[in-house]
């Protein structure tokens, strides 16, 4: 998965994205949710659905993609 790339519509106009199904356990997983909340500054929502997470797991990705997200606005919902 090549995601050296950022569109300038994803930067400037992506305002939420829903992934279903996501495996948050493995490398592409996390990979793809730090891309969209890393390069969409008008993030507002990411929606990530991984019914296989622990709570302790939620707790530290939400504690990660705080420090990692480049909108202010953006909430993170698993």
Same mark, same amino acid.
């Given at each position: 998965m090549d995601l050296t790339k950022v569109p300038q519509c994803l930067i400037s106009t992506l305002e +939420?994205?829903?992934?279903?199904?996501?495996n948050m356990c493995?490398?592409?997983? #996390?990979?793809l949710a730090?891309?969209?909340l890393m390069n969409?500054?008008?993030l507002k929502k990411l929606s990530l659905n991984d019914? +296989?997470?622990a709570n302790e797991d939620i707790n530290f990705y939400s504690g990660?993609? #705080?420090l990692i997200k480049s909108s202010r606005e953006c909430q993170v919902f698993f």
């Open positions: +939420r994205v829903e992934i279903n199904k996501l493995e490398g592409p997983g #996390i990979k730090t891309y969209f969409s500054e008008v019914s +296989r997470m990660l993609f #705080i």
